[in-house]
């Protein structure tokens, strides 16, 4: 298993305008991906 970053576009839903960038560390074991509701609002 590894450990990299990557900057990912975010958004609330599909057809929203407003999106962030955002930057995720990702372990090569990981299932799931938590973005801060801050973020996204």
Same mark, same amino acid.
């Given at each position: 298993?590894? #450990?990299?970053?990557?900057? $990912?576009?975010?958004?609330?839903?599909?057809?929203? %305008?407003?999106?962030?960038?955002? %930057?995720? #560390? #990702?372990?090569?074991?990981?299932?799931?991906?938590?973005?801060?509701?801050?973020? $996204?609002?």
């Amino acid at each position: 298993m590894g #450990i990299t970053s990557k900057y $990912i576009k975010v958004k609330k839903h599909r057809e929203a %305008e407003q999106s962030a960038d955002v %930057e995720f #560390i #990702i372990d090569t074991g990981t299932v799931y991906s938590l973005v801060p509701g801050k973020t $996204i609002k």
